[in-house]
């Protein structure tokens, strides 16, 4: 281990200057005075573990210990900043190395642009490289076409990658993953159909890249027509291809030709995961195949998968109310809370089939709060005042002038006339309805009136 390193990783994240400053011991700062590179070692090593502002204040007690402080130092800590995101962090002591007459080369630039979140950040480190007679290299631009990738700015890395006088198949790679983040399938596809005649083949990771276009572009055709030619070029398919090509098909309503890849996938030695099974099961649902949506959903839990709550969704929208109901019931045992969503498709599948006080239950025995006081009048209108107005329409004009300036007046009245089925239907209207200005209270008057209506819930 490198001297100091040890006592300085049991310090942690969140150490203080001086803290740090009374761990590198006297007799450690003299074995970096006679051998800088075992302080680089202390720096790599802080970096590994992600302690990047400890690196940097290691580097200030170096300088207050007038130890030589060299290029690779600052790189080292540049690459801690990188490895733990610190961008801004990153570009400081970049920024800094002209003031301690270190000279910044390629290595350091390219580890302040990797560590940018930020393209526009990116790329000026980027273009500052040639001011400081340093050229960019591979490397520097893959970089930067990585930040712009992050940030949805396709053209910006289609550019980069035209400024290069040299670049290989990960520059290639990240100018179509840049394509597939803004959905852009046709220069995606262009650019991996000119690599072969720049003596650059594309690999499963180009491949992956340019099926992903085609699926956020909604053409599924086109993704499985890459799958084809994978094939035919000898590229080995693998999980996360026919993932994005079952997505691609699950987007477009193709469900037939989805669970067709799913069923291929074995025969390349390939078993789906988490990721292949909720997009069959989204599919399903797409085509209305319940049953299939819930046998996929079942050979996940056979096969010790994780299910997360969009395929308990998908799978809810099934005609039978029970099924649906028991999916809710089993989420809490996947260790899946109950959303709003799910809740909502379980207490739907209630009220198509007709049991309204399951729903009150549900939405009783819920946790989740829904931000919706006084909404129960849509309710009534839709299950009692229509059948007014059809017997007085002359008289609707004052009736609803007399309503509006009487609302929390007479609303008990209105809900009295409401048999229990109604009453909790108007329940599940108030719970999912946007505030309409019943009245304040209104979830209270209505609990009330359910709870004195002689019929058990």
């Known amino acids: 281990t490198a001297p100091g390193l040890r006592r300085l990783l049991e310090l942690g994240p969140g150490a203080s200057g001086e803290q ?62 990188e490895k733990g995101g610190r961008w801004q962090q990153a570009l400081g002591v970049l920024a800094s190395m002209p003031q301690r007459s270190v000279a910044a080369d390629r290595v350091s630039f390219n580890a302040a642009i990797s560590a940018c979140e930020r393209w526009q950040r990116a790329l000026g480190a980027l273009f500052a490289m040639p001011g400081n007679v340093v050229e960019p290299d591979v490397i520097s631009y893959n970089a930067a076409m990585s930040a712009c990738v992050k940030a ?26 840049a394509c597939a983040s803004a959905a ?8 991996l159909k000119n690599m072969p005649e720049l003596r650059i083949f594309p690999n499963v990771i180009s491949y992956s890249a340019a099926i992903t276009s085609c ?18 070029r000898n590229v080995a398919a693998d999980r996360i291809n026919y993932n994005a090509a079952i997505s691609s098909c699950e987007r477009c309503g193709q469900w037939q030709v989805a669970l067709g890849l799913l069923s291929k996938m074995p025969q390349s030695r390939l078993l789906p995961n988490e990721v292949s099974f909720s997009a ?7 085509g209305q195949q319940w049953p299939l949506a819930l046998h996929f959903l079942r050979t996940m839990t056979r096969r010790a998968l994780v299910a997360n709550s ?66 129960v009048a849509e309710a009534l209108h839709n299950d009692n005042n229509n059948k007014h107005n059809n017997n007085h329409n002359n008289n609707n004009n004052n009736t609803d002038n007399n309503n509006s300036n009487n609302n929390n ?27 309409v200005g019943w009245g304040l209270g209104a979830h209270e008057r209505l609990a009330r009136r359910i709870a004195a209506a002689a019929m058990p819930l």
Request: charged share 20%.
């Open 20 to 81: 740090v400053s009374r761990e590198v011991a006297p007799e450690v700062i003299l074995q970096w005075r006679a051998a800088p590179k075992l302080a680089t070692l202390v720096l790599s090593g802080l970096g590994k573990n992600q302690l990047s502002d400890m690196a940097g204040q290691v580097l200030e007690v170096m300088r207050d210990g007038r130890v030589e402080v060299n290029v690779y130092h600052y790189n080292a800590v540049m690459s801690a900043c």
């Open 152 to 177: 949805g700015q396709w053209q910006l890395a289609l550019g980069l990658l035209s400024l290069m006088p040299l670049f290989d198949r990960i520059s290639c790679s990240i100018a179509i993953s």
């Open 184 to 191: 852009q399938w046709k220069p995606a596809l262009e650019l």
């Open 215 to 232: 699926e956020k572009g909604g053409q599924w055709q086109v993704a499985l027509g890459q799958l084809d030619f994978m094939t035919a």
């Open 280 to 286: 069959a099961i989204s599919a399903t649902n797409r």
């Open 310 to 375: 969009i395929s308990y969704l998908a799978a809810m929208p099934t005609p039978e109310w029970r099924v649906s109901l028991a999916l809710l019931q089993e989420m809490p045992l996947a260790r899946l809370s109950h959303d709003p969503i799910c809740l909502q498709a379980a207490v739907l599948a209630c009220e198509r089939g007709q049991h309204w006080q399951r729903s009150l239950n549900l939405l009783a025995g819920d946790d989740l709060s829904f931000d919706c006081p006084s909404t």
């Open 409 to 435: 007046n007479n609303d008990d009245d209105t809900m009295s006339s409401l048999s229990v089925e109604q009453l909790v239907h108007a329940a599940w209207k108030l719970a999912r309805s946007p505030d």
